[in-house]
C-alpha cells in the first residue's frame, strides 16, 4: 500500500505534466474534459486546470 508521501508525489508529478498528456484527473482518476475555454475539468470531482478564481460582487 503506498504511503501518503507516495501519494502527494504522485500528484504533484501529475500536476507538473503537461496539460496536453493529462486524460485522468489527478484527483480522482476520473477522465478530464477540455472545454471550449481551453480550462480542462472533471465532471466527478470538479477539478479544474487552471484554476478559476470566483469573483464575488
Known amino acids: 500500500m503506498a504511503t501518503g508521501d507516495e501519494i502527494l508525489a504522485w500528484k ?3 500536476a507538473e505534466m503537461p496539460r496536453e498528456e493529462i486524460t485522468d484527473c489527478p484527483e480522482d482518476g476520473w477522465p478530464i474534459q477540455k472545454l471550449p475555454d481551453g480550462t480542462y ?3 466527478f470531482c470538479g477539478w479544474h486546470w487552471p ?3 470566483r469573483k464575488h460582487g
Open 12 to 14: 504533484k508529478a501529475i
Open 41 to 43: 475539468w472533471c465532471e
Open 51 to 53: 484554476l478559476r478564481i
